[in-house]
């Protein structure tokens, strides 16, 4: 059963940063692209970054380019997401998402989501 479950979301001051990760489980994690998607109250899903298979290309929405990194470690089967200098737009629900193949495209399973606000 695959699994995607994350941590590490909380209330942050603008400006400040926080760390989210993704424990993934129930399938070959390191043979996957990897996804950040985030939902704000009352809007769709946003797309943040994107991830390859190894780890060697990422690619970024632009209202977070300069801000988030997307990384991962394959060994440990997790994903990562460091954001730096948040912004009040950036409170939502962050999710991480599997890829239906080595780079992202389709995405077949989401996690729960964990919350991140940002506010004073």
């Known amino acids: 059963e695959v699994q995607l479950v994350e941590s590490g979301g909380g209330l942050v001051q603008p400006g400040g940063s926080l760390r989210v990760s993704c424990a993934a489980s129930?399938?070959?994690?390191?043979?996957?692209?990897m996804s950040w998607v985030r939902q704000a109250p009352g809007k769709g899903p946003e797309w943040v970054p994107s991830i390859t298979y190894e780890g060697g290309r990422t690619n970024y929405a632009d209202s977070v380019k300069g801000r988030f990194t997307i990384s991962r470690d394959n060994a440990k089967n997790t994903l990562y997401l460091q954001m730096n200098n948040l912004k009040s737009e950036d409170t939502a629900v962050y999710y991480c998402a599997k890829a239906t193949h080595v780079v992202a495209g389709s995405y077949d399973y989401w996690g729960q989501g964990t919350q991140v606000t940002v506010s004073s």
């Open positions: 129930g399938f070959t994690f390191g043979d996957y692209a």
